[in-house]
Nanobody, 119 residues
């Protein structure tokens, strides 16, 4: 059974940083692309960042380029999202996802972790 478990969310002031982690089990982690998505209240779930099984290439939403970095450790079956210079508009539930498409790795989902950025 595939499980994706996110951690690292919380409340942070604007300009601050957080690092999200997603631990995966029940799959051959290195063969799957991974992604981070987010959903704010009343809005659709949007892609934040994706990364291939080998770590390259990566892709980012325009709104987070230069501030967020996605990375993975295949030895630990974990993907990370380093978020710097956070803005109130980054407030959302952040979801980890895994899949077979590098551009849209959405076959499996985690439960989500709340990130709240105060102004």
């Amino acid at each position: 059974q595939v499980q994706l478990v996110e951690s690292g969310g919380g409340l942070v002031p604007a300009g601050g940083s957080l690092r999200l982690a997603c631990a995966a089990s029940g799959l051959t982690f290195r063969l799957l692309a991974m992604g981070w998505y987010r959903q704010a209240p009343g809005k659709e779930r949007d892609m934040v960042a994706t990364i291939s099984g080998g770590g390259i290439p990566t892709s980012y939403a325009d709104s987070v380029k230069g501030r967020f970095t996605i990375s993975r450790d295949n030895a630990k079956n974990t993907v990370y999202l380093q978020m710097n210079s956070l803005k109130p508009e980054d407030t959302a539930v952040y979801y980890c996802a895994a899949g077979y498409s590098v551009t849209k790795p959405t076959n499996y989902w985690g439960q989500g972790t709340q990130v709240t950025v105060s102004s």
